[in-house]
């Protein structure tokens, strides 16, 4: 793989100060797709894109990421987590988009070369980590509505700290009644962007309503819950645990697996089903609800306190992170920080 180091390096932020996705590393990955083939891909210094006004992801918005992370273990070693689960995620999903796709080899050298090379923007704190956000979109300059027949794929690498603004503590989270994420038949099940695009309207009004994020419905079933923001949301009863089952509009999410691969190991009850709001609603009030909690790999684990509803506010258990978010949010990041033995393979050491 070619490798165009940079000139300037960039300066460094204090991991109090990082948020989640402001700052980028030195360097990026690329690769094109052109006259039926993938290009030879590189590492060159971040950069702007030079990109035809027509390219069709401007227009139609075909395009895919992955949100993935390298950690700094308190071993002094470099992890990527889940790496296989994202390369298959990101295959299955170009798929769906009528995208090319490099090739999960190809993504995990690439991968395994930009964290290398960039090492020093891993933050070695801690709750800190460099999240990697592959790409690939249609880059063909054409305004007729098809698949596009060239596409760029990159990786680009961005040390974050906390999603959420509360850090660890318990979000306040709107019951969407109106808007909705997917549909069925949609793009629910990929990591595309117009998702993204599709749930902006939602989460503003619910900001400007006091709540941090929306609890999506199916688009139909107004009864039936799918996700939290952009996460998959799971429900603690008294005498096991759900989450809604993958049904083509819920995003396969890596956090998701990793929780309810835990929750076997400690034999814990889990289903993957369809769950109602009425059913919460009725759990919470004979005292059987006791957490609700959102996975993914921006936040890990993001603990639900409040769940708003146009006639009322719904407080869950006291309000505060519940006993099995705190307990599967230490058990995965110790997994991620080398803290623990890795018992389901689910990193990758790259140094
Ligand atoms: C995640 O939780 O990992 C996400 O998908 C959030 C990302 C879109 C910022």
Not at 8 to 22: A, C, M, R
Not at 168 to 195: D, Q, T
Not at 197 to 221: E, F, H, I, N, T
Request: net charge neutral; hydrophobic share 40%; aromatic share 10%.
């Amino acid at each position: 793989m070619k490798v165009t180091k940079a000139q300037k390096i960039g300066q460094k932020v204090d991991p109090q100060s990082l948020g989640f996705g402001k700052v980028f590393s030195d360097h990026m990955y690329l690769q094109s797709f052109k006259e039926g083939s993938w290009q030879e891909g590189e590492i060159v210094p971040y950069q702007n894109l030079p990109l035809d006004p027509a390219a069709a992801v401007y227009h139609y918005a075909q395009c895919l990421f992955e949100g993935q992370k390298a950690y700094w273990g308190v071993d002094q070693k470099i992890r990527l987590f889940r790496p296989d689960f994202h390369s298959n995620r990101m295959e299955a999903g170009a798929a769906r988009m009528c995208m090319p796709f490099p090739g999960q080899e190809q993504m995990h050298e690439a991968l395994s070369e930009l964290v290398l090379i960039d090492s020093d923007w891993i933050p070695r704190q801690k709750g800190c980590s460099l999240y990697l956000r592959p790409t690939l979109f249609a880059s063909e300059p054409f305004l007729g509505v098809r698949p596009a027949k060239e596409y760029i794929y990159m990786i680009i690498a961005s040390p974050v700290g906390a999603y959420y603004a509360e850090g660890f503590n318990p979000v306040r989270i709107w019951v969407e009644p109106h808007y909705s994420r997917s549909a069925p038949g949609g793009l629910g099940s990929v990591k595309a962007g117009a998702n993204y695009a599709m749930s902006l309207m939602a989460s503003d009004s619910a900001k400007k309503r006091g709540y941090s994020q929306v609890l999506w419905l199916d688009p139909l079933d107004k009864d039936r819950i799918e996700e939290v923001g952009t996460m998959n949301v799971f429900f603690r009863f008294k005498d096991h645990v759900a989450t809604p089952a993958l049904n083509g509009s819920i995003l396969n999410g890596a956090t998701r697996d990793c929780v309810l691969h835990l929750l076997k190991k400690w034999n814990i009850r889990s289903e993957e089903r369809v769950v109602r709001v009425s059913e919460i609603k009725a759990a919470q009030k004979q005292g059987d609800l006791l957490e609700v909690f959102g996975t993914g790999t921006a936040a890990v684990i993001s603990s639900v306190g409040t769940l708003g509803f146009e006639d009322q506010e719904m407080k869950i258990g006291d309000g505060s992170t519940g006993e099995l978010s705190k307990k599967l949010f230490n058990a995965i990041t110790s997994i991620q920080y080398g803290e623990s033995e890795d018992s389901f393979g689910w990193t990758k050491i790259l140094r």
